[in-house]
């Protein structure tokens, strides 16, 4: 049974940072792409980041370029979202995701019917 378990949620001020993690169990994960995506009331779930099964190709949301990262650790089967100057717009519930692909170098997705396997989710809030 897949899970995807985040973790690292919370409430921060606006200008702060958080780091969400995402433990991976149940499937191998080297043969994934990684994503995160977030959402907010009463709007779609919409693409954040991805990260390539390597770890060496990312993909970025225009409204988080320059302030998250997204990294991988194939040894621990987790991936992480750095989040940075934090604004009240990022607020969401983010979610966590695992595409399956056929290659490394597969191109990285960003619409949600890609992904096969999505996590509880984690609500991060930011105050102003």
């Known amino acids: 049974q897949v899970q995807l378990v985040e973790s690292g949620g919370g409430l921060v001020q606006a200008g702060g940072s958080l780091r969400l993690s995402c433990a991976a169990s149940g499937l191998t994960f080297s043969s994934y792409a990684m994503g995160w995506f977030r959402q907010a009331p009463g709007k779609n779930r919409d693409f954040v980041a991805a990260?390539?099964?390597?770890?060496?190709?990312?993909y970025y949301a225009d409204s988080v370029k320059g302030r998250f990262t997204i990294s991988r650790d194939n040894a621990k089967n987790t991936v992480s979202l750095q989040m940075n100057s934090l604004e009240p717009e990022d607020t969401a519930v983010y979610y966590c995701?695992?595409?399956?692909?056929?290659?490394?170098?597969?191109?990285?997705?960003?619409?949600?019917?890609?992904?096969?396997?999505w996590g509880q989710g984690m609500q991060v809030t930011v105050s102003s």
């Open positions: 990260i390539s099964v390597s770890g060496g190709s990312t």
């Open positions: 995701a695992a595409d399956r692909v056929p290659g490394p170098l597969y191109p990285l997705k960003s619409r949600r019917y890609e992904y096969d396997y």
